[in-house]
């Protein structure tokens, strides 16, 4: 019983609340806060302070979430060795990536290869992705940069240029490339802190000098697209995610190499196990590099 609570806990501290914590578990809200509750009654603790519908763990939360961590891992890796034995025709894999476009081809590969491992995907910035490894909440991501950390062993999988696009009434719309310098003082629309493409265009333009004008910060590549189709702001974005629309004008940049790079990335004391391994796998064998 005692494991059940335990899992019950270690959901609700990972998605920070109840009523996520009932959706990833597919369990009733009721259910976990009872087994929450029987688990601080139990060891006469306090796990959570609650405020509303948002939960923050105490001192003994954070200690035992660091506990959880690794039995949550462990028992996927008993998953694994099961899996072997019986044939490896079952499971999950939990995939995280920046977006659809990094990731899809190798998901579709993995998916073709082993029809019996349902994956469950999760998109969202590389910091999100990053912390999903790290308290076990996925078990690979597909990141734009490489993540510096030695917890985390990543696997390079390909490399595209960052790309300016335009409104069609842009003065730059005629035009196939532009240089650097002429973004100075530009009317910019951005995607939010902790986007690759954000940080490696910032990063070209402190190099070269160039002030620009962020005008608006956005949380998604489709938002930048509408912004920038209504003529808010100049945008930037991979190549590989750009999507031609006749309100837009990609440009390339011709002096300044800006790119990203999508990785595949597991936790480095997770690398061996055989689901994961088998992504790899998958992921060697479609990288463009």
């Not at 391994?277 to 064998?285: G, M, P, Q």
Request: charged fraction near 25%; aromatic fraction near 8%.
């Amino acid at each position: 019983m005692i494991f059940t609570q335990l899992r019950s806990f270690h959901a609700v501290a990972a998605e920070k609340g109840f009523t996520a914590a009932s959706r990833v578990l597919n369990v009733g809200q009721p259910t976990l806060t009872s087994q929450v509750r029987a688990l601080e009654e139990m060891f006469r603790v306090e796990l959570f302070h609650r405020r509303g519908r948002e939960v923050e763990m105490t001192d003994a939360g954070e200690a035992l979430f660091r506990i959880t961590r690794r039995i949550i891992d462990l028992e996927g890796e008993a998953r694994d060795v099961l899996n072997a034995f019986g044939g490896f025709h079952t499971g999950t894999l939990r995939v995280g990536a920046v977006g659809p476009f990094h990731a899809t081809e190798m998901l579709s590969g993995f998916s073709e290869r082993y029809p019996g491992i349902r994956l469950a995907v999760t998109v969202g910035n590389s910091r999100e992705m990053v912390n999903k490894l790290l308290d076990y909440s996925a078990d690979v991501a597909v990141l734009a940069h490489l993540e510096d950390s030695p917890h985390i062993f990543a696997m390079p999988y390909s490399r595209h240029k960052v790309a300016v696009f335009v409104n069609k009434s842009h003065r730059f719309a005629k035009r196939r490339r532009i240089r650097i310098s002429e973004l100075e003082g530009e009317r910019m629309v951005l995607r939010e802190r902790g986007s690759t493409t954000r940080l490696a265009f910032e990063g070209a333009l402190k190099e070269h000098g160039v002030t620009i004008d962020p005008v608006m910060e956005i949380g998604s590549r489709e938002a930048v697209w509408l912004a920038v189709a209504r003529g808010i702001g100049v945008g930037v974005v991979s190549d590989i995610e750009f999507i031609p629309h006749p309100d837009l004008h990609v440009l390339e940049v011709s002096d300044a190499d800006i790119y990203t790079t999508a990785h595949v990335n597991c936790l480095m004391e997770r690398r061996n196990s055989r689901l994961i391994e088998a992504f790899f796998e998958v992921a060697r064998l479609t990288k463009r590099l």
